[in-house]
């Protein structure tokens, strides 16, 4: 426990799984559900919910709702469960584990946190009204508590906002502020700074920014990564062109240190579970050898020289297998490479170059040249020679580093005059998408950065990846001279159209709020991997 109050995660996860087996080797299970139910919070807060929703889950075993003196630990478990469930959009579920923390705590303290947890998993559902409900419960229970007063009076002032936009929210924050100035509670700074941005940015866009800036600071200070990833966000959208850069950059650097350090703790705590689990196994293994040893000694004797016998002739038989079935793949492959570029040079000669010396012969011996059916003809060409570039690149696709392939791709129509930023296009997020969904994408962002290079006039455009559990996102941003009203149906637009259906994703396309143009690409990531 006082690791983990000191911060050193591993260490105190490494300490509770070590308890955890003490604790049942001596047939406490009590014990041993407390150390899970702080393994599963340090798994939760470092991120790895999945985590702490599986060791959350394995907690309840050792526990008996039927018992009162379990009551506290069950509360602490649900909450627990409800904050990875929330973390990973699963709104629904994340109630139902907070309604069974209320109804086991009693404490009037946690229940008033587990109440504010469910209301605010009611506010990203959408549900305002649910969660106005239960803030307005909560601030009447709040006495002498400063910190959980200045708590509830920033979420009530915000979800009344949310639900009325026209509400005067300013007084309220402002005072939770101060209070927590006073406090000099740094963590409830950090919120009301967020929460006076959000309220900001419409209404005084400098305001805003000054929130931003001093969210960012705070963040810093608590050494919170996750806020100052979301200050550095909300000042890449409020603040003008000169100032973006700076900000996108420090967001960029703090993004991907964050997912090293988060996957380095992951992967530590994956290792110390694993290890705990292997210590088990061993020592279940050599009681085992011990009370059979004077028969396992002969028997291994036994086993050892016939498996060297064994082992001897399918070695030989492998290594003699191995060299003929490399030889067959080999010489398989290439004659498969050697029939496809056959196969595509032909298809090129038929369709490409004996269509051009077509219109080459008409152009020459007609003096009344039908432009636009020369044009057709040759669009008619270029089509079929894409389905011929779509083919031979589809073969390869899979073989390629395709996040750099696309890093290529957008920073070829970077300028002097214009600056492309990209974000989010790691290895990973590209990882088991399929060829055919990989060469629909990287046409759809050629078509919309072709469109840039030639309307835009804009001096930066930003390119961010998302990928969640059920959709593949594309946020593309610049601050150009935006779209016309009147939205041309051209070949560009009508193709990047066809090839969204074709992944049953959709495109949305807007102007921004001052300048530029906004651009969304989704796709399920479920239909790209089955």
């Known amino acids: 426990m006082a690791y983990r109050e000191k911060g050193q995660a591993d260490s105190a996860f490494r300490y509770f799984s070590q308890a955890k087996e003490a604790f049942l080797e001596n047939a406490d299970s009590l014990g041993a559900g407390k150390c899970l139910i702080n393994m599963a919070i340090i798994l939760t807060n470092s991120g790895d919910y999945f985590g702490g929703q599986e060791t959350s889950l394995e907690a309840l075993r050792y526990f008996d709702e039927s018992n009162p003196a379990h009551h506290y630990y069950l509360g602490s478990n649900f909450n627990n469960l409800g904050i990875a469930t929330h973390q990973l959009k699963d709104t629904e579920r994340a109630i139902a584990f907070y309604d069974s923390a209320i109804r086991l705590s009693n404490d009037s303290l946690d229940t008033r946190l587990y109440l504010n947890n469910k209301a605010d998993a009611y506010n990203d559902d959408g ?31 915000d979800t009344r906002w949310r639900i009325n936009p026209a509400y005067d929210a300013a007084p309220a924050l402002l005072e939770a502020l101060q209070i927590r100035e006073r406090e000099h509670d740094l963590w409830g700074m950090n919120s009301s700074y967020a929460h006076l941005s959000e309220y900001y940015a419409r209404k005084l866009p400098d305001s805003a920014i000054w929130y931003a800036h001093k969210r960012y600071a705070v963040a810093r200070q608590i050494k919170s990564a996750a806020d100052q990833i979301s200050a550095l966000r909300q000042l890449i959208r409020l603040s003008p062109d000169g100032s973006i850069r700076q900000y996108f950059e420090a967001y960029q650097r703090l993004s991907d240190s964050v997912q090293r350090a988060r996957a380095a703790a992951n992967n530590q705590f994956a290792l110390i579970r694993y290890e705990a689990e292997k ?36 070695g030989a038989f492998a290594i003699y297998w191995y060299k003929k079935r490399k030889q067959q793949l080999e010489l398989h492959a290439q004659n498969q490479i050697k029939a496809h570029q056959l196969k595509t040079s032909r298809k090129i000669h038929d369709v490409v170059a004996n269509g051009i010396y077509r219109v080459m012969t008409e152009i020459e011996n007609k003096s009344d040249i039908n432009r636009e059916g020369i ?53 990973e997020v590209w990882k088991d998408i399929p060829g055919y969904t990989r060469h629909e994408v990287w046409h759809i962002l050629e078509e919309i950065m072709v469109n840039m290079r030639k309307h835009s006039r804009a001096t930066h455009a930003l390119i961010l990846f998302q990928r969640g559990d059920i959709q593949f996102d594309i946020h593309y941003s610049d601050n150009g001279v935006g779209m016309p009203k009147e939205l041309p149906q051209g070949n560009g637009l009508a193709s990047m159209s066809s090839r969204i259906e074709i992944l049953d994703g959709s495109i949305m396309i807007e102007n921004g709020r001052q300048q530029g143009v906004n651009i969304l690409v989704s796709f399920p990531v479920a239909s790209t991997t089955g």
């Open 127 to 157: 549900q305002h009204a649910a969660a106005l409900a239960i803030y307005e419960r909560i601030i009447k229970e709040v006495s002498k508590n400063k910190r959980e007063y200045a708590r509830v009076l920033t979420n009530t002032a």
């Open 279 to 314: 210590s088990k196994a061993d020592n279940l293994r050599l009681q085992n050898e011990n009370a059979e040893k004077a028969y396992q000694i002969n028997r291994q004797r036994m086993l050892m020289l016939m498996i060297a016998f064994l082992t001897a002739g399918l």
């Open 375 to 427: 044009l057709d003809r040759l669009e008619d060409m270029y089509e079929k020679s894409r389905d011929i570039s779509y083919e031979t690149e589809n073969a390869s696709i899979q073989e390629q580093d395709f996040s750099e392939r696309i890093a290529t791709l957008l920073r070829s129509f970077a300028t002097d005059a214009t600056k492309v930023m990209i974000s989010g296009n790691s290895v």
